[in-house]
């Protein structure tokens, strides 16, 4: 059981727009930690996506988008891409754990 | 280009012990932490232990504390993971990764390949 809690898929077609969350609790998001989105294509490392709740590395394109709110928060990709089909993961810190917490990953499918 | 690569990785039995490497290249290795991050088959991420640039600070997950040490030679942009009592738990891709932070929140900015231990008799 993740400290973070993310639906196990999400689907899209081509050229859609996806939301994936990101839930958390007054020890971690609701603190005010900030969340980190990574993405996991098949067989591949992880790579850096969202950091900082909004920001994008370079190289990352401006139709993904990160936000926060509450004790949630949510990646958000528009103008879906076969390319996109790959494995999110939401992180951030928990202050009574006093340690990096993931969420469990979510699963996204291009139709 | 960041470059982060791992090796080491192998079979081991229970009980056993294993280390792994993280060569570093394309960024000023002894001016950032570095991480190992875990990912078991078919699972999700687990941090696994932390270094400061400089070395002098380590931290580490509970289900590893006491058994696995991490260090790092920053003449040799070099990240290491010593994992001793080994058990069936700990098998999983390992990862290297290098830490960046906004205020004092961190994110793991570049990752490694990832090497597979596997822990089975």
């Known amino acids: 059981q993740s400290v973070l809690t993310q639906p196990p898929s999400v689907s899209g077609a081509p050229g859609q727009r996806v939301i994936i969350s990101c839930t958390g609790s007054?020890?971690?998001?609701?603190?005010?930690?900030?969340v980190h989105w990574y993405q996991q294509p098949p067989g591949t490392a992880p790579k850096l996506l969202i950091y900082?709740?909004?920001n994008r590395p370079s190289g990352v394109p401006d139709r993904i988008s990160g936000s926060k709110s509450g004790t949630s928060a949510s990646l958000a990709i528009t103008g879906l891409q076969a390319e996109d089909e790959a494995d999110y993961y939401c992180?951030?810190?928990?202050?009574?754990?006093?340690?990096?917490?993931f969420g469990g990953g979510t699963k996204l499918t291009v139709l | 280009e960041v470059q982060l690569v791992e090796s080491g990785g192998g079979l081991v039995k229970p009980g056993g012990s294993l280390r792994l490497s993280c060569a570093a290249s394309?960024?000023?290795?002894?001016?950032?932490?570095m991480n190992w991050v875990r990912q078991p088959p078919g699972k999700g991420l687990e941090w696994v232990a932390s270094?400061?640039?400089?070395?002098?600070?380590?931290f580490y997950a509970d289900s590893v504390k006491g058994r696995f040490t991490i260090s790092r030679d920053n003449a040799k942009s070099s990240l290491y993971l010593q994992m001793n009592s080994l058990r069936a738990a700990d098998t999983a891709v390992y990862y290297c990764?290098?830490?960046?932070?906004?205020?004092?929140?961190?994110?793991?900015?570049?990752w490694g390949q990832g090497t597979l231990v596997t822990v089975s008799s």
């Open positions: 900082g709740d909004t």
């Open positions: 990764a290098s830490e960046n932070c906004t205020n004092s929140d961190c994110f793991y900015e570049s």
């Open positions: 992180q951030s810190y928990d202050r009574s754990l006093s340690v990096v917490v």
């Open positions: 394309g960024f000023s290795f002894r001016s950032y932490s």
């Open positions: 007054s020890s971690n998001i609701g603190a005010g930690y900030d």
């Open positions: 270094i400061f640039s400089t070395g002098s600070y380590t």
